[in-house]
């Protein structure tokens, strides 16, 4: 499937700089077929592109060793931590080294007493959560895939805690970052606040590897709640699930998840995941906090969901009942893709005020049932954030066609709203022409500072813009 990946221009690896790197590297420099498959492929629709080789990094003193080979010949290097991004992010466009940072993967310090920790950049959230899970500790950000930290920082990653714990740009206190020069900076201490100069951090947050590469990570965390409430509710239509949630949020009640699917996405999650919910439309909901503060907060939403068409809630209160749900939630995309035989995915994503979320997602699920393209609804509704999953068939040009003009009309239609082009999958190649469409200008100043940072354009080249 072609997408719009802009290659640009390729140049083979010397021979001496593949010398220099099966002399550091030995078996973890590979240039076999399947890796670098595996390394060139994208969750989604977009064209597979195979870098000329893969480095498998141990260390910081290696990736610094990588930097300044790759500088000196004049080679790109793509970092790659599980490759589940959506919009072609660690795809590498102009060939060169794709850099697999997922055997950095040491939890090295906790810091229970301060609630934050130090990880390198390959840990995956899911067993940065076993390890935390003997001292009371948790890290909420849970992107739909078990994707690494350092990824997730890269992408500015949230997920269905969002609503009350944040995104990455929230729970990343501190950066160990490699240049392009080959320098190593730490960019913060581990204090929870500082006026201390630039905030790099968070320039490095969500710049998808073009501006350094992340080799250790200092996290914020959060005590497990003393007590934690899942519901799924249905409701007789899209429209009361949405203004339960804004309403939800307008009276202030702090939801720790709350997450829309529509009907269509109902039935694929039942046939996925073995469920029999009502096909109808649904929120998944989650509350946090003491037992007391808690049955407030369901008090409220049970009463705002009544009013709107909700239908009694289904609790799921141990914790093996929760991970199930949860776990049907996170697997909606491939259940969403795979309603279609032999279909792929086309997913997009974008965020509004919360004021005109209900009129987004109306006017959206209205272009959807008009479309020939299976699609279904879900998303992050608590912070104005949801996507829309097309399962396309992968041999027929003229579904691309459409699914890009329903995403056409729906960014438009967001930015028109004062909303984003991307709430949370980044720009990676996808979305470039609507980060301008988006800043305009700004996107001038985002070039500007990647000049000064990498001059060479040496990391992840083609990715955000074109320079
Ligand atoms: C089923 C499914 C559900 C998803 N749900 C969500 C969701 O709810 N929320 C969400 O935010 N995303 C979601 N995603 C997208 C994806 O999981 C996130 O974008 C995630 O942050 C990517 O992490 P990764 O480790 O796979 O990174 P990769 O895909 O390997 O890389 C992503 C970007 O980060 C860069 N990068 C990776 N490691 C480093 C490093 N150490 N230093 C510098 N740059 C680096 C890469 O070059 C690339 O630009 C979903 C994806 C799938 C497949």
Request: glycine residues 10%.
């Amino acid at each position: 499937m072609a997408g719009t990946v802009q290659s640009g221009e390729r140049k083979p690896l010397p021979a001496s700089l593949v010398g220099a790197l099966e002399e550091r590297f030995a078996d973890r420099f590979q240039r076999g077929e399947a890796v670098l498959g595996q390394h060139g492929a994208s969750e989604t629709h977009f064209a597979t592109v195979l870098p000329d080789a893969v480095v498998f990094a141990y260390s910081t003193e290696e990736v610094v060793a990588l930097v300044k080979l790759c500088a000196a010949a004049d080679i790109p290097i793509v970092p790659f931590g599980a490759g589940t991004s959506i919009e072609g992010n660690a795809a590498p466009i102009r060939g060169g080294i794709s850099l697999d940072m997922s055997q950095m993967d040491r939890v090295l310090a906790v810091h229970a007493e301060d609630f934050d920790c130090v990880v390198q950049p390959g840990v995956r959230r899911e067993e940065l959560n076993v390890h935390l899970r003997d001292q009371g500790l948790f890290f909420p950000i849970d992107p739909g895939a078990n994707a690494t930290i350092g990824g997730m920082a890269s992408t500015r990653a949230s997920g269905t805690n969002a609503v009350r714990y944040g995104t990455m740009k929230d729970a990343v206190l501190s950066l160990e970052v490699v240049t392009p020069q080959g320098e190593v900076i730490r960019t913060a201490r581990r204090a929870r606040k500082s006026a201390a100069g630039y905030d790099l951090t968070r320039l490095y947050v969500g710049s998808e590897g073009t501006l350094g590469i992340i080799t250790e990570v200092t996290l914020r965390l959060h005590p497990v709640p003393d007590t934690i409430s899942a519901a799924v509710c249905s409701f007789d239509t899209l429209g009361g699930a949405v203004d339960t949630v804004v309403q939800s949020i307008q009276c202030a009640v702090p939801l720790a998840r709350v997450e829309i699917l529509d009907a269509k996405q109902m039935t694929a999650v039942n046939r996925w995941s073995k469920l029999d919910y009502p096909e109808a439309p649904t929120l998944f909901f989650e509350f946090h906090g003491s037992a007391s503060h808690v049955a407030e907060q369901v008090e409220t939403v049970k009463m705002l969901a009544e009013a709107n068409g909700g239908g009694s809630f289904g609790w799921s209160n141990l914790p093996e009942e929760r991970t199930k749900l949860w776990r049907a939630r996170h697997e909606a995309y491939y259940a969403a893709v795979n309603m279609r035989a032999g279909a792929i995915g086309w997913a997009t994503d974008v965020c509004v005020p919360m004021s005109r979320l209900a009129e987004c997602i109306a006017e959206t699920h209205a272009d959807l049932e008009g479309a020939s393209v299976p699609a279904t609804i879900l998303g992050h509704v608590g912070d104005g954030n949801f996507h829309v999953i097309f399962s396309i068939d992968p041999d027929a040009p003229a579904e691309l066609d459409e699914v890009e003009a329903i995403n056409a009309k729906l960014i438009e239609r967001a930015l028109a709203m004062d909303g984003t082009c991307t709430g949370e999958h980044g720009i990676g190649i996808g979305k470039q022409e609507w980060l301008v469409a988006e800043l305009g200008g700004a996107v001038e100043q985002m070039r500007v500072i990647k000049r000064a940072m990498d001059p060479q354009n040496l990391l992840n080249p083609g990715k955000i813009f074109v320079l």
